[in-house]
Nanobody, 123 residues
């Protein structure tokens, strides 16, 4: 069983930055594919970004490209999401997710989920 704990959410203004963190309790952390999803009020959950072992093996949804950066520190069992140039439409609960190999679709179901952290961007 893997437990995921997110942190770093908050209330910011449009154009500000935030960095989310997700810490996992897993001895095999390096083998997990990790992702950030988000769910805005009244909308379906959507993937934001994903990362496999290496920093270069990443995926971003179109809305995140150029503004967000996903990274991981396998020595610290932690994943990050650096969010820059935030917009009001980025307001959502952000969830950390982890997938064991063999991996499914990058925007599909994951094996483990965190409880979520609220990000609110005011205009």
């Amino acid at each position: 069983q893997v437990q995921l704990v997110e942190s770093g959410g908050g209330l910011v203004q449009a154009g500000d930055s935030l960095r989310l963190s997700c810490t996992a309790s897993a001895a095999y952390f390096a083998s997990l594919r990790l992702a950030w999803f988000r769910q805005a009020a009244g909308r379906k959950r959507e993937i934001v970004a994903a990362i496999r072992f290496g920093a270069t093996d990443t995926y971003y949804t179109d809305s995140a490209k150029g503004r967000f950066a996903i990274s991981r520190d396998n020595a610290k069992n932690t994943m990050y999401l650096q969010m820059n140039s935030l917009k009001p439409e980025d307001t959502a609960v952000y969830y950390c997710a982890a997938d064991r190999p063999p991996y499914g679709l990058v925007d599909g179901e994951y094996d483990y989920w965190g409880q979520g952290t609220q990000v609110t961007v005011s205009s």
